[in-house]
């Protein structure tokens, strides 16, 4: 079974900094784009950063120069840092992947994988 599994959360700070990590295990193939999203309390679920197989990122707005989001293909890993947090970065930030998975010999499945999330708090 192919799953991602965060770590890296915590309580830091306005000012300070964390490093998310998201790791994919199971049978895969090949992982195409990684993401973050983070959704807080009452708000809707909303992109934070994106990297594709190749490299390419893209950012939301409003954390554009504070974070930056990056991957290891070998580990199969992507990551977040964050730096000069706010209090409204806190959150729930979940990793978000297109995975290939090997299911058999010659047999490939596409999923959209999402992590369980980890919880960013960030104090005034």
């Known amino acids: 079974q192919v799953q991602l599994v965060e770590s890296g959360g915590g309580l830091v700070q306005a000012g300070g900094s964390l490093r998310l990590s998201c790791v994919a295990s199971g049978s895969i193939f090949s992982i195409n784009f990684m993401a973050w999203y983070r959704q807080a309390p009452g708000k809707q679920r909303e992109l934070v950063a994106a990297?594709?197989?190749?490299?390419?990122?893209n950012y939301a707005d409003s954390v554009k120069g504070r974070f930056t989001i990056s991957r290891d293909n070998a580990k199969s890993t992507v990551y977040l840092q964050m730096n000069s947090l706010k209090p409204e970065d806190t959150a729930v930030y979940y990793c978000?992947?297109?995975?290939?998975?090997?299911?058999?010999?010659?047999?490939?499945?596409?999923?959209?994988?999402w992590g369980q999330g980890t919880l960013v708090t960030v104090s005034s």
């Open positions: 978000n992947a297109g995975v290939i998975e090997r299911t058999m010999p010659a047999a490939y499945k596409n999923l959209e994988l």
């Open positions: 990297i594709t197989s190749g490299g390419s990122t």
